[in-house]
């Protein structure tokens, strides 16, 4: 079976074939001579570990190690256990889970047939030092034993089962007898590289107890969480041995009041845990260990009688990551937003971003890449996409193409792929990790790749246009795809990508990509605009059923419109929306850039208007309908009611109307503009950045408005004071005045806290 750390072989187990096998349990008794000054576990168990040693819990961590291509990576966590292991007899034990890496739920990815799948497997090794400076290291090796453990079935897509009359008692402390076990059994080890986890586990963020229980019919129990999560639940239950309480997580509700669990993508039971007692007349709790769902509603069958809030508890689990931003303002709807898609992106994190903790839970890169800017404002998430880039590297075919989801089993990347519009999260993700964290070494170990990539970009142009067979996802009155031609977006991507790689380029100092991309660039802009610029002035394509604010809203944003064309552009997209009574119809692309670029073109009358906006499509529609996170789609019968893809909304929020939004180098520069200030009367936001605090706020009362700003060390801001002109602004000393533009008057300002007052 295994060996010592480093080395390979894999740990245990017995090969299985479907039907299931469950989950094993391997364990080994060790003797320590002397005392221990220091002890570390080194451990990778796949695809998921809960280990245990002399019967006390290894750490805080779920769903451990972090999901990767196996075939490329495979994480290992390091635990300190001093404080575990003692002198004289010792036992660990390991209880491994399935996850992605043995997966057996047939799926629409085809994760059961990955080229990496396997059977459970550990690799462990446990370090002890003694104050002499000697050393006692336990590995896996040929001593440590295997059994069939409770977890008769674990997935992440359909749940588990747990059969508590089959738990055996104190097996991870030393005393147990284990000689009805088998020899764990050497296994094949992946073929991915070795390499030490540095991102933030997974951990249960929050406990939180339901708002109602009610009877749905006999013996079968609604529960409400009252919040959107994702997670499990923790059964309490006192009932007699073989007792079986099943558990059905689901967002919504059928219109019988019965919990909706359906998933098309992965036919057969769906979110659902089941619990079998063992008796003996005390209470009983457990919670799932390798499995997690999204919900709102959990529906409980088998108990004995109606279960109280305490017995079913909603344990919240998600990626930990720090909260690094507030914002706050007038206007109630905008801080429901925001606290929304908080709410849904940290219902998002898993190790990887995902799509939806329901029906999907992959990592498809372009959902990323709209909430990329959202994540780092609102969260700590350098550990978290650093180790995301290297999946997205380890994802690269020899051709350079990327897959449109990461990790990949071999799906993505002829199945809804190539897609520009996705894949350019690639050097998008590098271009922002410089931008926000100042991080140029990310770069750099990227930088061969990222250019291999690009490079298979250009390569399969067609007409000097990019093609892809997604584009602007989901827009309103569609089911997926987009009736325009889709090549208007991926060419707007793949321009975006080239620019931002060519800036990474001057300040790696690769002058030959640099100029190479810039031309490339040069050239599609110039091949996008005689293809989609029309003589009426605003873009269209020739498959458009009618005007498409994606197609005209982009290019401004990504600054692909003719000087002579812009104010046209703009135009039409007012005249559009209004024609619309105050309503959006773009996709997810479109409306990461709809509202922003509106305030930045001046009219932010028509943002606020669509920001606010009650009825189909947007967001007060949902919530007037009992939203509180965001959703795939804008109908109420949307699939997942936890998709952040189109709350890029809050990202107009935080730099519109709170006006402060990162400019370069981790924040050496940054701006505050508050252009979206219709409507609100005062609104504050605040972000912890590499170099410290930054901050803007701003309010108007009687006419005035006082706008603060505070900037870190190291940092400089530009200030957009928002006045008719210079006269009217009252600059604190030490503010430079840089120029004055329709309705701001520009200062810069370096370290410290400033004041502006601009009179009516």
């Not at 409400?224 to 007699?240: K, P």
């Not at 005689?530 to 994606?550: E, I, M, N, V």
């Not at 919530?623 to 990202?651: C, I, K």
């Amino acid at each position: 079976m295994l060996a010592p750390w480093g080395q390979g072989p894999w740990g245990t187990g017995v090969s299985v074939s479907v039907p299931e096998q469950p989950a094993p349990l391997l364990r080994r008794t060790f003797n320590v001579p002397k005392d221990v000054v220091r002890a570390r576990l080194h451990i990778s168990g796949l695809a998921y570990y809960e280990a245990e040693i002399n019967g006390v819990r290894v750490g805080r961590q779920v769903l451990d190690p972090g999901f990767t291509d196996y075939q490329e990576t495979v994480l290992y966590a390091v635990h300190d256990v001093t404080d575990r292991v003692r002198r004289g007899a010792n036992a660990i034990g390991v209880t491994l889970g399935r996850g992605f890496f043995g997966l057996t739920s047939p799926t629409a990815w085809n994760w059961n047939r990955a080229p990496w799948h396997g059977e459970p497997r550990l690799l462990a090794q446990l370090e002890m030092d003694h104050p002499d400076g000697s050393r006692t290291t336990v590995a896996t090796d040929g001593t440590w034993r295997i059994t069939d453990g409770p977890t008769l079935s674990n997935s992440l897509y359909a749940g588990e089962t747990y059969d508590a009359r089959k738990a055996p008692r104190d097996w991870t402390r030393p005393g147990f007898d284990d000689r009805s076990w088998q020899e764990a059994q050497r296994q094949t080890a992946p073929k991915g590289t070795l390499r030490a986890q540095g991102h933030d586990p997974i951990e249960v963020a929050e406990t939180i107890r339901p708002v109602d229980i009610r009877e749905l019919s006999q013996g079968v129990y609604v529960v409400d969480m009252g919040r959107t999560l994702a997670g499990w639940t923790r059964l309490t239950v006192r009932a007699e041995a073989g007792t079986t309480v099943r558990l059905v997580h689901g967002e919504r509700l059928n219109s019988d009041g019965s919990v909706l669990a359906r998933n098309d993508l992965v036919p057969g039971r769906c979110q659902t845990d089941e619990y079998v007692c063992a008796g003996g007349g005390a209470d009983e709790v457990w919670e799932p260990r390798f499995s997690y769902k999204g919900f709102r509603y959990v529906q409980v069958s088998g108990l004995p009688a109606k279960p109280g809030p305490e017995q079913v508890l909603g344990r919240v689990v998600h990626t930990r990551v720090a909260s690094t931003s507030t914002f706050s303002c007038s206007e109630p709807f905008y801080e429901q937003l925001d606290r929304a898609m908080r709410r849904t992106v940290l219902n998002n994190l898993h190790g990887i971003p995902t799509d939806t903790p329901v029906y999907e839970k992959n990592g498809w890169t372009g959902d990323a890449q709209l909430g990329a800017p959202v994540m780092a404002y609102a969260f700590g998430v350098h550990r978290f996409l650093t180790k995301w880039l290297g999946d997205l590297r380890d994802s690269q075919n020899a051709e350079g193409q990327l897959p449109v989801i990461v990790p990949s089993g071999g799906w993505g990347y002829h199945d809804l792929a190539p897609a520009p519009e996705w894949t350019t999260v690639y050097p998008f993700l590098l271009r922002e990790m410089y931008r926000v964290y100042g991080d140029e070494r990310l770069a750099r170990d990227h930088w061969a790749p990222l250019v291999r990539y690009l490079d298979w970009e250009i390569g399969r142009l067609q007409d000097g246009l990019a093609v892809t067979a997604l584009g602007d996802w989901l827009p309103p009155g569609y089911g997926g795809n987009p009736p325009e031609d889709t090549r208007l977006t991926a060419t707007a991507y793949l321009h975006r990508a080239l620019t931002g790689t060519a800036e990474l380029a001057d300040l790696l100092g690769d002058t030959e990509v640099a100029a190479r991309y810039r031309t490339t660039a040069d050239a599609l802009k110039e091949a996008f605009n005689a293809a989609f610029l029309g003589s009426d002035g605003h873009y269209r394509t020739a498959k458009d059923p009618d005007y498409r604010q994606t197609s005209n809203c982009l290019p401004l944003a990504f600054g692909l419109v003719p000087p002579g064309a812009r104010a046209s552009v703009v135009d039409s997209l007012l005249a559009d929306i209004a024609r619309r009574g105050n309503h959006l119809n773009t996709g997810a692309l479109g409306t990461s850039v709809l509202l922003r670029e509106l305030s930045a073109q001046g009219h932010p009358e028509v943002a606020h208007a669509l920001a606010t906006q009650r009825t189909y499509p947007g967001w007060g529609y949902w919530f007037d309908n009992g939203a509180d996170t965001m959703w795939e789609m804008w109908p109420l019968d949307s699939r997942s009611r936890d998709h952040y893809f189109l709350g890029t909304v809050v990202q107009w929020l935080y730099e519109n109307v709170a006006g402060l939004r990162p400019g370069d180098a981790g924040y050496r520069t940054f701006t505050v503009r508050p252009d979206g200030r219709t409507g609100v009367d005062w609104a504050r936001t605040s972000v912890r950045t590499v170099r410290g605090r930054a901050a803007a706020a701003w309010s108007v009362v009687d006419g005035t408005t006082r706008l603060s700003v505070g900037v870190p060390v190291g940092a400089t801001a530009e200030v957009h004071v928002p006045a008719a002109d210079r006269s009217a602004v009252a600059s604190p000393a030490g503010a430079k005045w840089v120029r004055s533009e329709p309705g701001f008057v520009v200062y810069t300002v370096p370290h410290g806290s400033w004041e502006f007052v601009a009179r009516a």
